[in-house]
């Protein structure tokens, strides 16, 4: 096999590996459990039904779970394959069939009188406390079993053939850039280039990639979001922002002090970017085609061989179970690099508890960028591995937190290599890390002011490309300012970020800042506490899958609805800030 791409083989071997057919059979089976026991929970004694009800549905998790994710991983690689879209047909109908079934069972749960007394009966159930009261809480929002089961069944010719066109004509579109045919991917990834031309030339190509198709992705955006809002309400959530936070387990005191607080210190940036600029040789801000450009040179080279050995070196000072599961994920061939046509863009990684294992999809270019992107992905499969002996029911973690281990990883590779650098690749690395702060804090908040927009628009009117085109450019010059040059602007990030084509998640991108501010005063108290904060770190990593996001920050001793938390996380970055302008000063 090609030493670069990722095995799927301890997965399933192929689709006529015995054991995927054999699962996939038990899955097909499954209907008649889920279908016998909805119709004798109510003669079951209570807690007997809650146990059995649970074990089921561990069932259905456990064998849904390993079939889709196998043929998601396969289709994300070979977008045109299809054997996997045929199966990936089968078992998304069959999974859209037994939501009603899952629905029914979940409502049970929830009405349960006396499931306090439950759960002190059994382990098991004191295990899924969390789960159960969670159910309970979210009963409100469930919607008539025929409600239920229609919504299943359309959302697989709405919603979720919108995402499917969506992931099809961005892998598939291609366009002539510097005398070659690229895709869009191979396009995008040279915005870290290290010529000026090249990256200005890109940037003019991928627009042009985007004309091609904007059209019927702006069909895909109006309706998913229409969609969105429409279920959110009918579940009686006031909107979808209220949905995500009651979905994340998070309240909404703690974003809006989060966004108080980045409102406060946006001039900063705004700042340092202009500043930034000048120094480029820019006088009207930043253009969008050097947002990612860096001051100062890089004398690494990047190859996949050197990255893995800088994330192995760096991670080992850490601690030692994340270095071993990184050797695992390198030996065992979790990562997929090269990018080609067919593939689907950006990076993602998806933890697959059955095997206790991960696996994670790069576009690698080659870049410091991409040596931080496989970090980043490593910590989703670090915090996975930390929640994987959990219960089934219990593996998920939500949202906001979802960013954690994963920005935190970042912070690891930034502080060591900028440790290590001399003066000049020291100007580099800053000025990388805070490129990327900027993208997690200016333009999140950039494409979270965007979808508020979308939602607030969209019920009142259809919006053409060119109606997203001018609420993106609107969010961008609120949040950017005068840090960018409105001359040079990007006008189609709401086709750049697959976040907004999800069906079933709304509002995909305040976590991110959430993450990059968490996760940075998180890093704080490694820098002060040193080794006595690695078992606090793994704690609250393990425990957010079973608490709220404030329970889990208290882990730590963090009270997110105090914005000196969020401030002291902004502070230091703006610390940064004037280490980087005062280098930069000294080597101009």
């Given at each position: 096999?090609?030493?670069?791409?990722?095995?799927?083989?301890?997965?399933?071997?192929?689709?006529?590996?015995?054991?995927?057919?054999?699962?996939?059979?038990?899955?097909?089976?499954?209907?008649?459990?889920?279908?016998?026991?909805?119709?004798?929970?109510?003669?079951?004694?209570?807690?007997?039904?809650?146990?059995?009800?649970?074990?089921?549905?561990?069932?259905?998790?456990?064998?849904?779970?390993r079939l889709h994710m196998y043929t998601i991983l396969r289709q994300s690689v070979d977008?045109?394959?299809?054997?996997?879209?045929?199966?990936?047909?089968?078992?998304?109908?069959?999974?859209?069939?037994?939501?009603?079934?899952?629905?029914?069972?979940?409502?049970?749960?929830?009405?349960?009188?006396?499931?306090?007394?439950?759960?002190?009966?059994?382990?098991?159930?004191?295990?899924?406390?969390?789960?159960?009261?969670?159910?309970?809480?979210?009963?409100?929002?469930?919607?008539?079993?025929?409600?239920?089961?229609?919504?299943?069944?359309?959302?697989?010719?709405?919603?979720?053939?919108?995402?499917?066109?969506?992931?099809?004509?961005?892998?598939?579109?291609?366009?002539?850039?510097?005398?070659?045919?690229?895709?869009?991917?191979?396009?995008?990834?040279?915005?870290?280039?290290?010529?000026?031309?090249?990256?200005?030339?890109?940037?003019?190509c991928e627009m042009k990639a985007y004309e091609s198709i904007k059209e019927p992705l702006?069909?895909?955006?109006?309706?998913?979001?229409?969609?969105?809002?429409?279920?959110?309400?009918?579940?009686?959530?006031?909107?979808?922002?209220?949905?995500?936070?009651?979905?994340?387990?998070?309240?909404?005191?703690?974003?809006?002090?989060?966004?108080?607080?980045?409102?406060?210190?946006?001039?900063?940036?705004?700042?340092?970017?202009?500043?930034?600029?000048?120094?480029?040789?820019?006088?009207?801000?930043?253009?969008?085609?050097?947002?990612?450009?860096?001051?100062?040179?890089?004398?690494?080279?990047?190859?996949?061989?050197?990255?893995?050995?800088?994330?192995?070196?760096?991670?080992?000072?850490?601690?030692?179970?994340?270095?071993?599961?990184?050797?695992?994920?390198?030996?065992?061939?979790?990562?997929?690099?090269?990018?080609?046509?067919?593939?689907?863009?950006?990076?993602?990684?998806?933890?697959?508890?059955?095997?206790?294992?991960?696996?994670?999809?790069?576009?690698?270019?080659?870049?410091?960028?991409?040596?931080?992107?496989?970090?980043?992905?490593?910590?989703?499969?670090?915090?996975?591995?930390?929640?994987?002996?959990?219960?089934?029911?219990?593996?998920?973690?939500?949202?906001?937190?979802?960013?954690?281990?994963?920005?935190?990883?970042?912070?690891?590779?930034?502080?060591?290599?900028?440790?290590?650098?001399?003066?000049?690749?020291?100007?580099?690395?800053?000025?990388?890390?805070?490129?990327?702060?900027?993208?997690?804090?200016?333009?999140?908040?950039?494409?979270?002011?965007?979808?508020?927009?979308?939602?607030?628009?969209?019920?009142?009117?259809?919006?053409?490309?060119?109606?997203?085109?001018?609420?993106?450019?609107?969010?961008?010059?609120?949040?950017?300012?005068?840090?960018?040059?409105?001359?040079?602007?990007?006008?189609?990030?709401?086709?750049?970020?697959?976040?907004y084509y999800i069906p079933d998640i709304a509002f995909y991108n305040f976590p991110y800042?959430?993450?990059?501010?968490?996760?940075?005063?998180?890093?704080?108290?490694?820098?002060?506490?040193?080794?006595?904060?690695?078992?606090?770190?793994?704690?609250?990593?393990?425990?957010?899958?079973?608490?709220?996001?404030?329970?889990?920050?208290?882990?730590?001793?963090?009270?997110?609805?105090?914005?000196?938390?969020?401030?002291?996380?902004?502070?230091?970055?703006?610390?940064?800030?004037?280490?980087?302008?005062?280098?930069?000063?000294?080597?101009?």
């Amino acid at each position: 096999m090609n030493r670069y791409e990722w095995s799927l083989d301890a997965l399933y071997k192929g689709y006529d590996d015995p054991a995927f057919q054999n699962d996939l059979k038990q899955y097909h089976d499954l209907h008649d459990e889920l279908s016998a026991l909805t119709e004798e929970m109510n003669t079951l004694e209570e807690c007997c039904a809650v146990k059995e009800i649970l074990q089921l549905l561990e069932k259905e998790y456990d064998l849904s779970g390993r079939l889709h994710m196998y043929t998601i991983l396969r289709q994300s690689v070979d977008t045109n394959d299809k054997q996997t879209l045929q199966y990936l047909n089968i078992i998304n109908s069959r999974i859209s069939s037994y939501s009603v079934y899952c629905s029914q069972l979940k409502d049970y749960l929830a009405h349960i009188k006396h499931m306090d007394s439950c759960i002190q009966q059994d382990e098991m159930l004191k295990e899924y406390s969390f789960l159960l009261f969670t159910l309970k809480d979210k009963a409100s929002h469930s919607l008539c079993k025929e409600e239920e089961a229609l919504l299943a069944k359309l959302s697989q010719t709405s919603t979720a053939a919108f995402r499917d066109m969506y992931y099809h004509l961005t892998a598939n579109v291609s366009v002539e850039c510097l005398g070659q045919t690229m895709t869009l991917t191979q396009v995008k990834n040279l915005c870290h280039s290290t010529s000026r031309d090249v990256r200005k030339e890109a940037f003019l190509c991928e627009m042009k990639a985007y004309e091609s198709i904007k059209e019927p992705l702006a069909f895909s955006i109006n309706n998913i979001k229409r969609q969105q809002l429409m279920e959110a309400r009918m579940r009686g959530y006031e909107d979808p922002l209220d949905k995500m936070l009651q979905d994340s387990f998070m309240k909404k005191g703690t974003l809006n002090t989060m966004y108080v607080a980045v409102d406060k210190y946006l001039p900063r940036f705004h700042e340092y970017l202009r500043t930034k600029a000048k120094l480029l040789g820019y006088d009207n801000g930043l253009p969008w085609y050097e947002i990612y450009a860096s001051l100062g040179t890089c004398d690494m080279s990047f190859t996949i061989e050197d990255c893995e050995a800088y994330i192995q070196l760096h991670f080992r000072n850490f601690s030692t179970d994340l270095y071993d599961m990184t050797k695992q994920a390198i030996d065992e061939h979790w990562i997929d690099y090269p990018s080609h046509t067919g593939k689907q863009s950006g990076a993602f990684c998806e933890n697959l508890a059955w095997i206790k294992q991960s696996r994670i999809i790069t576009n690698y270019g080659n870049t410091l960028s991409d040596v931080i992107t496989v970090a980043h992905e490593l910590g989703h499969a670090y915090h996975g591995m930390l929640v994987e002996n959990e219960r089934p029911l219990n593996r998920e973690y939500c949202m906001p937190l979802a960013e954690t281990a994963s920005t935190f990883n970042e912070n690891i590779m930034y502080r060591a290599l900028i440790n290590d650098a001399d003066r000049e690749n020291k100007l580099f690395l800053i000025d990388t890390q805070l490129s990327a702060l900027c993208q997690n804090i200016c333009d999140i908040t950039t494409r979270y002011t965007f979808e508020k927009s979308v939602f607030e628009q969209c019920e009142e009117r259809f919006m053409f490309a060119s109606d997203l085109m001018q609420l993106m450019l609107e969010a961008e010059k609120k949040c950017f300012k005068d840090g960018l040059d409105p001359n040079w602007l990007h006008p189609y990030r709401w086709i750049t970020k697959v976040h907004y084509y999800i069906p079933d998640i709304a509002f995909y991108n305040f976590p991110y800042t959430f993450g990059a501010l968490f996760s940075r005063g998180l890093y704080a108290m490694y820098e002060k506490e040193g080794e006595a904060f690695l078992p606090k770190y793994r704690a609250l990593l393990k425990a957010s899958t079973t608490h709220t996001v404030e329970e889990t920050a208290a882990i730590a001793g963090i009270d997110l609805e105090d914005a000196a938390f969020w401030e002291a996380s902004l502070e230091s970055i703006i610390r940064q800030m004037d280490e980087f302008l005062i280098l930069a000063k000294e080597t101009a």
